[in-house]
Each structure stands twice: as C-alpha cells, then as structure tokens.
C-alpha cells in the first residue's frame, strides 16, 4: 500500500516519574507508588483531590445556578428554563420534547421525557430522521403544533436551528434549546438557551453532552416542583444516570470533571437496576450487566446498536428501546435493533473499503485524510471516519456524496480540536457544526479539493503546537511484568472511567519472553508473556498479523484487567502493541 499508519510505535515512552512525591501521595492514599505516580501523571497530586477523583460522588457536581461560588458561575438560561418547565406542568400544557438521532439525542429526549411523564406531564416525544437533515427542523416544529405542544424542548440540538425555532414560535411555541454544540454568531432566539458553551455562561465546566444538562435540568425542575408541590411523591433524577452515563460516553464528551462523576453513577445504576431496554439491549450485544460495565462496554456494546436505525433513517426505534415500559416490548425492540445494526454493518463494510482504496491511492500521507464517493451510506461515515483514525493516526472527514454535494463526518486524534480545524475551513462549507471531538459538515462537490487542503493545513497548524511523537502510543509509566497483579489492576481501573480525557493507564514492560500465541477470530492474539518470577495471559486485539511466535522476546504496551470467567478472578493483560526487545534477561 502506497501509505502506512503514522506514528512511530517505537517511540513508546513513559513520562519521567517523580519517586518521592509518588510515594508521599501513595501513603496519604493507601496505594502502591505505581497508582500514585499515574495520578500525578494526571495533574492530580494534592491528596483530597485524589481521594475524589478515586471515589466520585454526585456531592462533587457544581451547582447550575452557581451556589457558594455566586451567580456569576451559574448555567446561563437555566433558571428560565426551570420556570417554564414547572408552568407548564402546572397548567398541563402539552410538551414536546425533539431529540436528534444519535445516542446523545435519543437519550436527552427519553430523559426528559420519562421525567416530565412521571411528573404528572402531557408529553410528545419525537426524534430527528437523517434523511431529513441534521437538528430541529421545520416540519418538526410544524409537528409539535399540530399536535398543540405549546412548549418544546429540544435535545442535541437547537443552538443554530433559528429558522425552525422561529416557525415554532409563530405558531405560538415557546422553545428551550437544551444543547452542547458550539454556539454561532447568531441567536437562535429561543425563549431559553441552556449550552454552556455560550457567552455569558458562567458554568465552569464546559465538556457536559446535551444528556449532562438534560440531567441538570430535571434536577432543578424537581427542586421546583418540591416547593410548589409539598408532600407530593416526585421522581429522582438520580434515576436516569444510566441514560446520562450512556449519551456521554457515545458522545465522546471528555470524561473528566462533571462527566466523570456523572458517568461513573449511571454507570454503576446500569448494573444495579438497568430499565428494561437497555437490559434487553445488553443481553442481546452479549454484555453482563451482572457487574458494574465499562465506558468501554458501554460504547462499543450498545452505543453502536443504538445509533444504527437513526445512521439508517428513522432514530424512533433507538427511542422505543429507551422508553420501553416492560421486558417483553423491550426484548422485542432490542432484536429489531440488532436487526438494523446488521445492516449498518454490512454498509460500513462497503465504505470502508472504498475509503481505504482512496487512501492506499495517495502517494504520501497527509496531515488529514479526506475521502469522498457517490452511493456512499450518509449514516455511516462517522464510523468509517473513526476507524481511519485509529488505522492511520491522523484527523478523517468521509465525505458520502450525492450530486452536487456531500454530506460528511469527521473524527480527529488527540491534540487536534476539530472545531478550529472546520473554523479556518468554513469558506469552502456550506455547513458545519459540532465540537472538538467529532463534527459534521456539508460540502460542495466542486469545493472539495479546496476543502481538503485548506483541512490538512489547518491540522498541520496544530500539530506544530503538539509534542513531536504525537500518535505514538503514550505510555504511563514502565514497569517489571513481576509487578502487575490482582490489586495493581484494580487500583487502576479506579482511574477510570475511560475515554476522552482520561485515557486509560497504559504500561510497558521489557525482555518478555513469549511462551505462546494462538489466533483467535481471524484478527486477535491471545499470547502468554513470561517475566523474571511469573508469566500472564494476555489478549491482543487487531493484532494477530504481528504474532511474534513462540521463544521471541519483546516488549509490550498493555493495559492490566482483572477477567472474570466463570466466577474465577485473573490477572489478564490487554496488549496494546507488540515490538522485539533484545534486551538481556
């Protein structure tokens, strides 16, 4: 192939550590110094600081209308919001509540929704279809009036559908745009903006989904309600973590501050007490919700089967699931779900390769890849555009084209924020939107090479403000394979949730002699690497075209688990990358 992966996987390296202030915040914690060292690798060196970050608490969250800290940090648009929602289940006016239609989209609104029926509401319910466009459109708004919604409250979106929420209040709506997007020029004239990315918003954390502050937004109706409605049995929001923990995560919103401690609740509510579709949609994706998931689990096992009916059409199935009031609607709509995701499957498959042969056509890698082609899936250019990145180590925009234009999706590496990349290159868009992670786009067909080198230049712009080995691998620290057991792996999954700005601690280990390699399903390895005093199993997944073979000696990038099998606790290693070592044991 005329282009490989960037990155130097040979430039694995561990941060320099710092001994005696790891094993200073290792005693203050009851840690090993390895744990500690991590911490500090994250910035998190003061001891009470660390203690909540091991042991998030909902008591953690910020106030939306500022609390202690005044007004001035409080969410702007909030306390509006909060007013008209309580008006209107005062007076029973009906509410619609538009989500969009991926997974952070269907879970606002089925939040929302579940909240304001259990508190007595008259709700409509209504998601986004692709084939329409992106948002809150005009039909939706027309809809919402037919149906005598004298209130709206849109989910994932809003911010710039100014014409669609014009056409709602000229047909006597009022609209809370509850959103995450960044915030163009223009007001989009609702009678409440809740996106803390808006100016004027003093709300410290900024990288909440739109689920985050559905979430904080019932939170404040219920307080509300509380004062008006005395002695009356209201519903806990603290019961829709697991739609929060879902949205976030599937929406790649960093999972840090407010998200981390949002995400790590609903995640352990998923296992305690998951609403019938997504226990439904757990046991269909092989997923054991015996034990508390993943952040991983959650969006590889069912974010994916979500998101496939709205990547093909109409997202209404994903929002059935959510809504689902018994395991039988539930069991039924989780197949038809696994149905669908099929499909998607098969579709991404096709794009997939066709993208990969544009790619292995060009005679160098640039510094962002953009591909394009008739008859390609518009659903399912963001998950092609998600796997060039992870192939090849730079941003992707995949682009399905239908005539005279093109709709696409792009992902990114870490490092590069998409949203000042499409920034520069908004003169040859017709639209764009979204955040640093993950955006959409429309584009000219004819504007196309513009874009694609006006995108590589503005990604080459940012990598000049990076660390030069950006791409490698980025290593936690080296360790002796003697070292990693049963308590080094569950101290650092308490590090965890993972994802988006908290990646997962990543160690190395060196002169490790392989007892054994077997393929398994075509593209993984599982592989038995012996130390000095001990050996471990481990699993490499993708990598089985690298099978070092028996008697080798390498060096590993891994990530320490503990793997349950049939009630038996094991250290397991998951292996990240694979490289000859011919250091001396």
Not at 67 to 83: I, K, L, P, Y
Not at 395 to 419: C, E, F, K, N, W
Request: aromatic share 4%.
């Amino acid at each position: 192939m005329a282009v490989e992966a960037r990155g130097d996987r040979s430039t694995w390296r561990a941060p320099a550590g710092d001994p005696e202030r790891a094993r200073d915040l290792a005693a203050a914690l009851g840690v090993r110094p390895l744990t500690a060292q991590l911490l500090i690798n994250r910035r998190i060196d003061d001891p009470e600081r660390a203690r909540r970050f091991l042991d998030p608490k909902l008591g953690d969250l910020r106030p939306p209308d500022g609390g202690a800290a005044g007004a001035e940090r409080a969410m702007a648009g909030f306390a509006r919001a909060a007013e008209r929602i309580v008006r209107a289940l005062g007076a029973g006016e009906t509410v619609g509540v538009f989500g969009d239609y991926d997974v952070d989209g269907l879970t606002t609104c089925a939040l929302l929704t579940r909240f304001l029926l259990d508190c007595g509401g008259s709700v409509v319910p209504r998601v986004a279809r692709r084939d329409a466009g992106y948002g809150f459109g005009v039909a939706d708004a027309d809809a919402f009036a037919e149906a005598r919604c004298t209130l709206v409250i849109t989910g994932d979106c809003g911010t710039s559908d100014v014409e669609a929420i014009a056409a709602a209040r000229a047909r006597g709506s009022d609209v809370i745009v509850v959103d995450h997007h960044q915030v163009p020029e223009r007001d989009p004239g609702a009678f409440a903006l809740l996106n803390p990315h808006q100016p004027g918003c003093g709300f410290p954390f900024k990288g909440l989904a739109s689920v985050g502050v559905a979430f904080y937004l019932a939170a404040a109706v219920r307080t509300l309600l509380r004062v008006e409605r005395p002695g009356r049995d209201l519903p806990d929001p603290r019961d829709l973590l697991d739609l929060v923990a879902l949205g976030t995560v599937c929406d790649m919103a960093p999972l840090t501050d407010e998200n981390r401690v949002l995400v790590s609740s609903g995640l352990r509510a998923l296992a305690r007490a998951p609403r019938p579709g997504l226990k439904a949609l757990a046991e269909v994706g092989g997923l054991d919700l015996g034990r508390v998931p993943s952040a991983f689990d959650v969006g590889f096992r069912l974010g994916p089967r979500l998101n496939a009916p709205g990547r093909l059409g109409d997202a209404r199935l994903g929002l059935d699931l959510l809504l689902a009031p018994d395991a039988s609607h539930a069991v039924a709509t989780a197949y038809a779900l696994e149905e669908v995701n099929a499909r998607r499957r098969t579709l991404t498959d096709v794009v997939l390769a066709a993208a990969l042969a544009q790619v292995e056509a060009l005679p160098s890698l640039p510094a962002a890849l953009v591909v394009a082609g008739e008859g390609w899936a518009p659903g399912v250019v963001g998950i092609v555009a998600a796997k060039l990145v992870e192939r090849f180590a730079v941003p992707a925009a995949v682009i399905a084209l239908d005539g005279a234009q093109g709709r696409g999706s792009v992902r990114t590496v870490v490092g590069v924020d998409l949203y000042r990349a499409l920034a520069v290159c908004a003169p040859h868009l017709v639209r764009w939107g979204g955040h640093a992670a993950a955006a959409g786009l429309t584009v000219a067909t004819d504007e196309l090479p513009r874009f694609s080198r006006a995108f590589a230049g503005a990604v080459e712009e940012q990598r000049d403000e990076r660390s030069p080995h950006a791409g490698a691998l980025a290593v936690d620290a080296e360790v002796d394979l003697d070292q990693v057991d049963e308590r080094l792996a569950e101290e650092l999954a308490r590090l965890g949730p993972f994802g988006v700005g908290n990646p997962e601690p990543l160690l190395t280990a060196r002169g490790l002699a392989v007892a054994r390699t077997r393929v398994v399903g075509e593209r993984h390895l599982q592989i038995t690497l012996r130390g000095r005093l001990r050996a471990r199993d481990g699993i490499a997944f993708g990598l089985a075209g690298r099978d070092p073979g028996a008697g080798a000696r390498v060096r590993v990038a891994f990530v320490p688990e503990v793997d349950v099998y049939r009630g038996e606790r094991r250290v397991r290693l998951r292996v990240r990358d694979i490289a000859a070592d011919e250091v001396e044991r």
